[in-house]
């Protein structure tokens, strides 16, 4: 149930500690989140890729 994009792989949720667990590419090896922060950089990088994504196709 894992997800790879560029922003580092998403590995799932942990229901009982509502975290997610994020593992990025180096330097950073993972990331542990609480579901509000992984709902927040979700909600960020989703953006950025609306923002990338617009940028190309306004070329």
């Not at 997800?3 to 330097?27: L, N």
């Not at 927040?40 to 940028?55: F, K, Y």
């Given at each position: 149930?894992?997800?790879?994009?560029?922003?580092?792989?998403?590995?799932?949720?942990?229901?009982?500690?509502?975290t997610?667990?994020?593992?990025?590419?180096?330097?950073?090896?993972?990331?542990?989140?609480t579901?509000?922060?992984?709902?927040?950089?979700?909600?960020?990088?989703?953006?950025?890729?609306?923002?990338?994504?617009?940028?190309?196709?306004?070329?």
């Amino acid at each position: 149930m894992s997800q790879s994009s560029d922003f580092g792989t998403f590995i799932g949720t942990d229901p009982e500690t509502q975290t997610v667990v994020v593992v990025f590419p180096q330097p950073v090896k993972q990331l542990v989140l609480t579901t509000v922060q992984a709902q927040a950089l979700a909600t960020a990088l989703m953006q950025r890729v609306l923002l990338l994504e617009n940028s190309e196709g306004a070329e």
